[in-house]
């Protein structure tokens, strides 16, 4: 069964630093997603990107992140200058039409010392 | 008020017992409404749609009621690996590429 595959599994970084997250949506899908769940919190949705471009974003999705689909397989999201607050799971989402199912990768946990 | 309220539990049941989940949602507009389950530290997983006329899959039965903006879950004859979150996730506009909106969840633990 095709999956969602995100990289890394695991990341820790110092206050300041900037790290990418990376995801391999689902070949035939076309729309993709970011969410991130803050340890014992909700998933919250982050961002929806679609024919090379961003569709939606939340008020989190500040100047600090940013979204690229590199490649023809590849979306990643880019945190700039991460602050304690961004230590959360990050998870990528895809989907097409006509489904509804948005199928989750297993995600990355984040660390910000 | 919350986009979707659920109850945190935990709800501590025995195996074979019957549980029941619920949910309310803020936005009348709000057009899909999923159950979603999510085993500690992973990924939140699509247990199944809900629809107004309620759909039922195995031991698991989801209602909606628009006019109350509510939404439950019932599972029956509960089995250990039942023990995780369940997610409320609505969406705010029809068709299926839009984001989701979730609940904080209700934790289920089911013992021996």
């Known amino acids: 069964e095709p999956e969602v595959t995100q990289t890394p599994s695991h990341q820790v970084t110092q206050m300041g630093q900037e790290v990418i997250l990376r995801c391999v949506p689902i070949s035939n899908h076309l729309y993709f997603y970011w969410y991130r769940q803050i340890l014992g919190q909700k998933v919250e949705f982050l961002v929806s990107f679609y024919n090379n471009e961003i569709s939606e974003k939340s008020e989190i999705f500040d100047d600090q992140f940013s979204v690229e689909r590199p490649d023809g397989s590849n979306f990643t999201l880019k945190i700039r200058s991460t602050k304690l607050e961004d230590s959360a799971m990050y998870f990528c989402a895809s989907t097409t039409p006509p489904g509804e199912t948005q199928y989750f990768g297993p995600g990355t946990r984040l660390l910000v010392l | 008020r919350k986009e979707v309220e659920q109850d945190p539990g935990p709800f501590n049941v025995p195996e074979g017992a019957t549980v029941a989940f619920n949910c309310t949602y803020s936005n009348s507009a709000s057009q899909s409404f999923f159950w979603y389950r999510q085993d500690c530290r992973k990924e939140p997983k699509l247990l199944m749609s809900v629809y107004s006329s309620g759909n039922e899959d195995g031991r698991f039965t989801a209602q909606l009621n628009r006019a109350s903006q509510y939404i439950s879950l019932l599972i029956r004859d509960s089995k250990l690996s039942d023990s995780a979150t369940y997610l409320c996730?609505?969406?705010?506009?029809?068709?299926?590429?839009?984001?989701?909106?979730f609940g904080a969840g209700t934790r289920l633990a089911v013992h021996p």
């Open positions: 996730v609505v969406t705010p506009f029809s068709g299926g590429y839009n984001k989701l909106i």
